[in-house]
């Protein structure tokens, strides 16, 4: 398997703050990948600093090419999309409006099968597709975000936080549909608080502590891993005493 | 009576139009566009020098305008070099309106028919729109509303004074667009009045069905609702803002060529007029085109109404319409949202 991101000794900062540091990462294609950690630990800034939302110290590549110098704008052309954490809808367009624009650097611009490809994704958009973004609800309006981010076909999709707010029966639903797109030719990057409901639909994972990997291996293997388990997703293993 | 509903309606309609121009301008750039009187004044003042057959200095200060900004963008790619970028970019900026130039003084001298005029005056406020964005807002893009009303106020005044320099101090009339009249009842209709209300009408679908139908106007109007999320599909803003201040001077333009077959333009009488279109856009909270429209509808009339019976405090009277309108948009929204930044 090829790499398709490849981010090596990568620092960000806010001013003189280093909200990540010395973090290096590989995603391959059709690969689902998750970094988990505690709030705050430099996740989002992380995802951000790929995209181009914040400045990035360090070597990023895509697909061959050095993203260092590359604009937001480029990196989506390049097929890295980004659903970010506030989700960043057009409130006040109609989802249909929301879809179109998610292909407006795509060279299939809003055709009649991307538009297809996410309604099959999420029904539930096709109902609602002459109403406002604003109007959705919270699960709807992340569905949304996901659809819009699709239609431009990427080959990178980066989701940040996608159960944040939501119902579990919601948080199923989404994260069923993130494997699915694996199985689509879209490899994943996504970034959860809910441990254990992403590395149930990952193939690798990343633990994030402080601005730091502190632990990178098969999701199957973080799932074990006693220290993970205790902190992250909530089991208590038999001889530990409680914090 | 009737004739001053008829005259204000006919400025009213003008104002509509500046209106318009201003609030699609503030919900992309978040740019308050003082030099918007500015654009009229050139328009006018083009047209006007171009059909006595003189040469306008404008066409000069798009191409100097073009050159900087070709500067700007170079010195925006030093790090990374690309040839087929930069060629656009040259031409775009530098061999447009060199041609344009040499277009316009191979036109001036001649007697060339009005729709050419006015086609050359239009192309000649749009680059210098399209530059100014690129000089003066693109650079500042990031930073707040106040710092862009500063800026533009810079360049409300540079270009005022730049007017100056070019048309002189005296005033300047333009030939009329249509010499046609018409009598219907107590009203004369003239050519010109009947241009005004035809294209601002047109003006105005066109705007709707830009913005309502082509992905390019939408991708304008993702950029007002959310920047980020216009960035993250693709749109790049600073296209965006270039399409709302080309938009803008082209409007501002052609008002100001409606307007100078019927009132004398000095260069600094734009300022004024693009007043009452700001007029009509606070209003409008900024935001509504359709109640911007209607309170230019209504400043028109208020002021051709004051001019015939207190003409001395015309200006007066129009102005104040802003205070009970303010007044009650406080009351109205008591917790007004402040912008973050």
């Known amino acids: ?243 | 009576m009737l004739f001053l509903v008829q005259d204000g309606i006919t400025n009213g309609a003008i104002y509509a139009l500046l209106g318009l121009a201003l609030v699609l301008v503030f919900a992309v750039t978040r740019v308050i566009l003082i030099p918007q009187g500015e654009f009229v004044t050139y328009g006018a003042l083009t047209y006007a020098s171009l059909s006595a057959g003189q040469m306008p200095g404008t066409a000069k200060l798009a191409l100097v305008m073009g050159i900087a900004a070709f500067a700007f963008d170079l010195f925006a790619a030093r790090r990374l070099l690309r040839w087929q970028k930069l060629a656009r970019a040259f031409a775009v900026n530098v061999v447009l309106p060199g041609a344009v130039l040499a277009l316009t003084s191979w036109l001036a001298g001649r007697h060339s028919p009005v729709l050419v005029n006015v086609g050359a005056s239009l192309v000649i406020v749009a680059l210098i729109g399209v530059f100014l964005y690129r000089l003066a807002f693109q650079p500042l893009a990031h930073t707040s509303v106040l710092v862009l009303l500063i800026a533009s106020v810079g360049c409300h005044l540079a270009m005022q004074g730049l007017g100056l320099l070019f048309f002189g101090a005296e005033g300047q009339r333009g030939p009329a667009l249509a010499d046609a009249a018409a009598t219907l009842g107590p009203l004369r209709f003239t050519g010109q009045s009947i241009a005004v209300y035809g294209l601002t009408v047109a003006f105005i679908v066109a705007l709707w069905l830009f913005f309502g139908l082509t992905v390019y106007g939408k991708a304008l109007r993702a950029t007002a609702v959310n920047r980020l999320g216009a960035r993250l599909v693709g749109i790049r803003t600073s296209l965006s803002g270039q399409i709302a201040f080309l938009l803008a001077s082209v409007i501002g333009a052609l008002s100001g060529i409606l307007i100078v077959p019927i009132t004398t333009l000095y260069y600094d009488t734009g300022f004024l007029i693009g007043l009452k279109g700001f007029i009509a856009a606070i209003i409008g909270g900024l935001v509504s085109y359709p109640l911007t429209a209607m309170a230019a509808l209504l400043v028109g009339v208020v002021e051709a109404f004051s001019s015939f019976y207190a003409s001395n405090f015309k200006e007066v009277i129009v102005f104040t319409l802003l205070i009970p309108v303010l007044l009650l948009r406080s009351l109205a929204a008591p917790a007004v949202e402040e912008e973050g930044d």
């Open chain 1, 1 to 243: 398997m090829s790499a398709l991101l490849t981010i090596a000794d990568a620092h960000v900062a806010y001013g003189k703050v280093e909200a990540v540091r010395s973090v290096s990462l590989e995603v391959a294609a059709n690969e689902i990948v998750t970094i988990i950690g505690a709030n705050g630990a430099g996740k989002t800034t992380l995802l951000n600093a790929i995209m181009g939302v914040l400045p990035l110290k360090g070597r990023i590549g895509f697909l061959g090419a050095d993203l260092t110098q590359l604009e937001i704008e480029d990196r989506v052309g390049l097929g890295l999309s980004l659903v970010p954490e506030h989700r960043e809808l057009f409130w006040s367009m109609s989802v249909e409006d929301n879809l179109l624009l998610g292909a407006f650097r795509g060279t299939s611009a809003g055709s009649a099968s991307a538009f297809e490809r996410v309604y099959t994704l999420f029904p539930r958009l096709k109902e609602r597709r002459k109403q406002l973004a604003g109007t959705l609800s919270g699960g709807e309006q992340q569905m949304l975000a996901m659809g819009r981010a699709l239609m431009g076909a990427p080959k990178l999709l980066m989701l940040d936080e996608p159960s944040l707010g939501l119902a579990p029966i919601i948080v199923a639903d989404i994260f069923r549909t993130v494997s699915e797109l694996r199985s689509a030719g879209v490899s994943v990057l996504l970034v959860e608080q809910n441990a254990q409901a992403a590395l149930k639909i990952a193939d690798r994972a990343y633990v994030m502590e402080l601005g730091e990997f502190v632990l990178q291996g098969s999701a199957a293997e973080i799932e074990r891993h006693e220290g993970v388990a205790a902190s992250y997703l909530g089991f208590q293993h038999a001889g530990e005493s409680g914090i």
